[in-house]
DNA sequence: CTGTTAGCGCTTTCAT
DNA sequence: ATGAAAGCGCTAACAG
């Protein structure tokens, strides 16, 4: 869906719509106004009405089937009760999970949710980009759980404008103010004391690239913990995908046998290869232990393994993996609400969702090998 | 989302939507009547204009940013132009490309989609259950990937009313002529020719609940074509989880211990375990592959395994897996297509989709062990 | 208690 | 070549 000006001329429609039950043909058949059908049946509660009115009315909406016509009303109502919920539609589960808490808690409160695929590369961020959703009467406002990070000032010419209701789900947004995240730095630290506690010095993360906003809290927070409990820290960033996973472990295990590449956070790159690794996605996972089995290492005699992506299917794997289980339903259904806040004109503030977090312990994690 | 005959007392809105620039503020500044302004946006074709007016009228819509009010335009037009699409969110990736498929074909078309999340245990057919999206004019038409066989008597009474434009995906509705689906028969005999030229006898497939159409559609096509080919059968029946196959995959492993389970397709109970299985699901596999791992057998030396979910993940397991890739994203194309046709009046007919299908040869095939 | 009156923003004959 | 007028179906003051 571009996002011409104007509109181009439309594929013209073909057939008119058949025909419900409309008020005027209740009110007709009870003998009353249209208006007073419309009070009655949206439970108007300023008014009253005749006992008998009221109850011929709903017996009569009842059996026409009367449908009140979402259009009619979001026209004079200027609210069209539609969410948009624009997604990368990833292979990876987790959207799922979001979307699923998202489409619940949005139905609970009266919304439809209508979905876009995120445009493939966005130059503009995505409030600008589908802003035309709600200008167009599409929608009352905008998930955006678009991944990628976008430098702030490229949104700053058109704040002004961007007076449309929308919210940044599971990244921040260039301003603040409008984002609805988890506890990306909580999950690292997870891994981080679990790894610590049995021994572990050397860490690694494997994630994808930095331009994702999760991949780039994570970092810093790993970046920041590790410094404060002096773990030495290797981040790799590749694709999230199968294939990145399995190149960012080419890379780190390269890397151990003596290259010397850059150790992240400036650490001094001694002491051979990490021996605890976090990775960022279940895709990535799946590469990742496709490398370590490739050249023999083992998981976890040789390298203990965090997913950040909970799934059932890691119980399933030949090593059953450990992850961090994030709130991700919670998210979905917190977006929402944030969301339909601010169409409501309220002036709510960023949130992050913190809780129901966990380690979900598997076998994939041990104390490092005895060198 | 009930489905409460009239509207129950909905939360009603709060703010008064912002003001985008509409028609008549075009019309005004340029000096010329709406429905003049109207014509020339949408370019129509009948009328011709003063080339300097329709100039001015474009740079002044252009440099207001005017945008057509959706809904204005689609009452007039009695035309939303949005598809519902209602799918039941589960973790198996072949929702995902179905749905980038239905989303990317249907914004070709100029349609959005909104998306709902399938009913827990629906009764009714999904095609009256969420007929009230197209009465209350919020979409054009319905595309139903639910996966729920149902008694095809159970529409009898409401077909008639069931002059909504739907469609069902991936599964086939109660009444014929609204069905787009894939080629599953096919799928099984690619997995059945490729098993059986190895030298297979004896061969099983781990699916789904019956109720699940596709399930259904699978295991008719299996057992007409091992009668055929005098292969013998068992077919499992299990959830589609990782639970589940590993549940099918003990039972099946049970059985063949001498437990002597029923052997489906009546074939005479004879010579042991299968030696090459279908798998229906990745979720299933998954499970599959861990009990398989747990008693000890080994893939493909003492079982073939063919999953019949391709997904990339399936090529870095510890064996990697056959998998038979189906042609989701064209599903989805199709089907909106299909529906699109409907809402469009055409008198179109079911649809297969076969192509393209394929065999994704990985390590998880051999011939069968010499006993 | 209930009917009248105005539209929401746009399209579309029908005149001119 | 353009304007006038009439709605799409519903809601929301404001009368009575």
Redesign the pocket.
């Known amino acids: 869906m571009t996002v011409e000006p104007p509109s181009p001329p439309v594929p013209a429609p073909r057939k008119a719509g058949r025909?419900t039950a409309?008020?005027?043909d209740i009110a007709e058949a009870v003998?009353?106004?249209?208006?007073?059908v419309?009070?009655v049946?949206?439970g108007d509660p300023a008014?009253?009405?005749?006992p008998e009115?009221?109850e011929k009315i709903w017996r009569t909406a009842r059996q026409q089937g009367y449908r009140?016509?979402a259009l009619?009303?979001a026209?004079?109502?200027?609210h069209t009760g539609a969410l948009a919920f624009v997604i990368p539609l990833l292979r990876n589960p987790i959207w799922v999970r979001l979307q699923r808490g998202a489409l619940q808690r949005a139905s609970e409160r009266g919304y439809a949710v209508m979905i876009m695929e995120e445009e493939e590369m966005a130059a503009a961020p995505p409030a600008s980009s589908y802003r035309y959703l709600v200008d167009e009467s599409r929608a009352d406002g905008l998930l955006l759980a678009t991944s990628l990070r976008i430098p702030s000032h490229a949104e700053g010419g058109t704040s002004g404008l961007l007076a449309v209701p929308h919210v940044y789900v599971n990244r921040r947004g260039p301003e603040r103010g409008n984002d609805v995240v988890m506890d990306e730095p909580g999950a690292v630290r997870l891994f981080l004391e679990h790894v610590a506690a049995l021994g572990h010095q050397r860490v690694a993360l494997i994630d994808g690239p930095v331009e994702v906003d999760t991949v780039h809290r994570r970092e810093l927070a790993a970046r920041r913990a590790c410094a404060a409990r002096g773990l030495q820290l290797t981040v790799l960033h590749e694709d999230v995908t199968e294939e990145g996973g399995w190149a960012a472990t080419q890379r780190l295990l390269r890397r151990g046998a003596g290259a010397g590449g850059t150790v992240a956070g400036g650490a001094p790159a001694g002491g051979g290869l990490p021996t605890a690794c976090a990775v960022g996605s279940l895709n990535q996972m799946f590469g990742v232990m496709a490398a370590l089995r490739a050249v023999g290492r083992s998981v976890p005699g040789d390298m203990s393994l965090v997913s950040l992506d909970e799934d059932e299917c890691l119980a399933f794997l030949d090593v059953p993996v450990t992850s961090v289980a994030m709130p991700l339903p919670e998210l979905g259904s917190a977006a929402v609400d944030a969301l339909i806040a601010r169409i409501d004109g309220e002036n709510a503030p960023d949130v992050m969702i913190r809780e129901p977090m966990s380690l979900v312990h598997r076998d994939s994690v041990a104390p490092p090998p005895r060198s």
């Open positions: 025909r409309r008020l005027v003998g009353v106004h249209t208006s007073t419309s009070r049946l949206n008014q009253s009405v005749r009115i009221y009140p016509n009619a009303r026209l004079k109502r200027r």
